[in-house]
């Protein structure tokens, strides 16, 4: 741990810092992508393609003026992040095709037997423990259509299920590593291992979850008191493959323990995915792999490769040291507000735009903090609240959010019905309210715990 006066020298040196070349390239670059990358809902060209121009010209910039190189930027590179997220997706489909999916949906809508807030509660809480393992973009992806269907043989609005699916995965996701991809990042680039994320993450995420619950109860207690038919769903018709079904969950169920071990292990997260992905395509030994790594996302995965390259740019030209300098002050001076400042910035920020750019942009300055002597762990659970809670502001806060809003306006021009869509207007009226609300629960919780949150799980103050 470094005592007060090599602090003050640290910070001495950090001022020294000045703005150069390599700096400002480095700087224009980053803000001309992400800018693009957040208007992309005005020139409609796809993020990914922006994010690869992205790191092409910081490579090509870098090696001219003499502070990058592919060499770099290969090095930059979370392999970590992208295997596993990589890995999960192709588990997931393989299992989809099973319809045990649809099966756990239909049990859910025959369980609750026309009691609306008890659907919204099962179907949520489906939604949100798939989360804790899947990222919150597949889970949606799956249950998205699901409750249109459902929603449509009770005769009801989906709406308030289809935004609940999305707020909800989105907060269930935070609590663990493997939930949100921003999660992802933070834990590999923090060295944060599935343990210690969820201790610290499962409380805080719980009472938000709970508070999401009873603010779509009183937010759609118009909808949830409708009086519905209630059908005859038939669950053992949709389960089509038990076989791949069950092993699929046996795997699952594996790979969470193996996930808990991985420190022990000396493992990272990515070998547990990689291994039971082996297993799966083992277990589906007569289909093809190509059937099931063409539906990996791998638009979302270049999407990540892009920014690691260009975030890796901007760390080698020292322009996020030189911002570091302006923070350090206000974190040397009092950390809980700096935690409290950092996530609701973090959440606003991430309710305009998606939140793994954000996420992208803030954990390198972090890590300068964290170089130049500040114990930053607070800063990375703040972090991680913030973007993940702050997705639920706004219809663009989450991939998630674009799935489902993208659902509702394909369901309402097929029904030629405008009230089946949720506009942005209609998000800012109902998940906004969620989104603060959760972002108080989270404050006073971390006001009330700060010194479990400012501990230091990893033992790095000890060296």
């Known amino acids: 741990m470094m005592n007060n006066e090599t ?4 910070i001495n040196n950090v001022g ?13 670059i980053l803000v001309i992508t992400f800018t693009a990358i957040f208007t992309e809902g005005i020139h409609h060209i796809h993020r990914t393609k922006i994010a690869m121009v992205g790191a092409a010209t910081m490579v090509l910039g870098g090696q001219y003026f003499g502070f990058y190189n592919p060499e770099f930027a290969i090095e930059a590179i979370d392999w970590n992040v992208v295997f596993l997220l990589g890995s999960m997706m192709t588990i997931v489909a393989i299992m989809i095709p099973t319809g045990g999916f649809q099966a756990i949906a239909y049990w859910i809508a025959k369980f609750s037997r026309g009691r609306l807030f008890l659907l919204l509660v099962l179907m949520g809480t489906a939604v949100t423990v798939i989360s804790l393992l899947l990222d919150n973009v597949t889970t949606v992806i799956i249950f998205g259509p699901l409750i249109v269907l459902i ?12 935004l609940a699916a999305a707020l909800l995965s989105d907060t269930g996701g935070v609590a663990t590593l493997v939930g949100d991809p921003p999660n992802l990042m933070i ?11 969820f201790i610290h993450m499962g409380g805080i995420v719980f009472l938000a979850w709970v508070a999401t619950l009873f ?16 059908p005859d769903f038939k669950t053992t018709d949709v389960l089509n493959d038990k076989k791949t079904w069950y092993a699929a969950l046996a795997v699952l169920t594996t790979m969470v323990v193996l996930f808990i071990l ?14 039971g992905l082996t297993v799966m395509l083992l277990i589906t030994r007569e289909a093809s792999p190509d059937k099931y ?37 206000l974190v040397e001076k009092d950390m809980l507000v700096a935690c409290l400042i950092l996530m609701w910035v973090a959440a606003i920020m991430s309710a305009m735009i998606d939140n793994i750019p954000f996420t992208a942009a803030m954990i390198p300055i972090i890590l300068g903090l964290e170089q130049q002597g500040v114990h930053v762990m607070p800063l990375w659970w703040a972090l991680a609240l913030g973007v993940g809670m702050g997705g639920n502001g706004t219809h663009l806060g989450s991939t998630a959010n674009v799935f489902i809003v993208t659902l509702t306006e394909r369901l309402a021009k097929r029904e030629n019905d405008p009230s089946l869509a949720i506009t942005p207007g209609v998000w800012f009226k109902k998940g906004t309210p969620v989104m603060i609300l959760t972002l108080i629960v989270c ?21």
Request: proline share 5%.
């Open 7 to 10: 602090v003050t020298e640290t």
């Open 16 to 28: 020294t810092i000045t703005f150069d070349t390599p700096m400002m390239v480095s700087a224009i």
């Open 151 to 162: 929603c449509q043989a009770l005769r009801v609005s989906p709406i308030p299920y289809l």
């Open 187 to 197: 834990g590999s680039a923090a060295g944060i291992d599935f343990n210690t994320f």
């Open 215 to 230: 603010g779509l109860k009183f937010l759609f207690r118009k909808e949830l008191s409708v009086k519905p038919e209630i």
């Open 262 to 275: 991985h420190s022990s292990l000396n493992w990272e997260a990515w070998v547990v995915a990689a291994l």
């Open 293 to 329: 790594l063409a539906e990996a996302e791998l638009s979302l995965l270049m999407f990540f490769v892009s920014l690691f390259v260009i975030i890796g740019g901007v760390e080698h030209s020292k322009f996020l040291q030189w911002i570091g300098q302006f923070v350090l002050p």
């Open 443 to 463: 404050s006073i919780v971390i006001w009330v715990f700060f010194d479990f949150y400012n501990g230091d799980p990893l033992g790095k103050l000890a060296h």
